[in-house]
């Protein structure tokens, strides 16, 4: 499967997908949505927590902290932050993570503290949306062939998720006719 004509505009992506396949576009846009693997805040283990929001609260706004996929090499090191108030933690206070903004995640007051672990996992989609590329993706018929479009995270370019998604689509293609001529050669 082939595309062309990428487009960017502003987190909005489009492409031409050369094909006339009903089935094999929409095994594309579930693929995007959710077998493609990233990174993610995964685990995070609180030390001290002494702002007014609950641990799993804040773990939440920690797993979906966009990570850019460009600039980080994974590792199973664990990752530290230790903040006082009065001020605003943003991503920028986490110096070991790439992440694609800087994003908000708390804001302490005077005398509140925030001390905590974290590791980062590899995911698909299909687990939890922290773990997903895109934020919305659909498909419109044209004459010949389909037109894909969706809403970019700044996770991954827009190129790379269309080039893992119609090679984890072949993979799965393949696998899926070996698998079948396996089966009818034992009938």
Not at 36 to 54: G, M, P, Q, S
Not at 57 to 67: D, K, N, Q, T
Not at 75 to 80: F, G, L, V
């Amino acid at each position: 499967m082939e595309y062309s004509d990428l487009i960017e505009d502003g987190r909005s992506v489009s492409c031409i997908i050369h094909t006339d396949n009903l089935y094999d576009m929409n095994l594309l846009r579930r693929i995007i949505l959710s077998e493609l693997e990233t990174y993610a805040i995964d685990y995070v283990v609180f030390h001290i927590n002494k702002t007014a929001r609950f641990d799993e609260e804040l773990a939440l706004r920690f797993g979906l902290l966009v990570i850019d996929h460009s600039q980080y090499i994974h590792s199973d090191i664990k990752h530290s932050l230790h903040v006082k108030g009065p001020c605003m933690v943003t991503t920028d206070h986490i110096k070991t993570i790439p992440f694609s903004h800087t994003t908000p995640i708390i804001y302490l007051n005077k005398f509140e503290e925030l001390c905590l672990d974290f590791y980062i996992q590899e995911g698909k989609g299909y687990e939890h949306m922290k773990w997903k590329p895109v934020g919305l993706c659909s498909f419109t018929k044209m004459e010949k062939n389909f037109l894909l479009t969706f809403k970019s995270i700044d996770m991954m370019a827009p190129k790379e998720i269309i080039e893992k998604a119609i090679e984890k689509m072949d993979y799965m293609r393949d696998k899926a006719e070996k698998e079948t001529d396996i089966f009818f050669k034992m009938t």
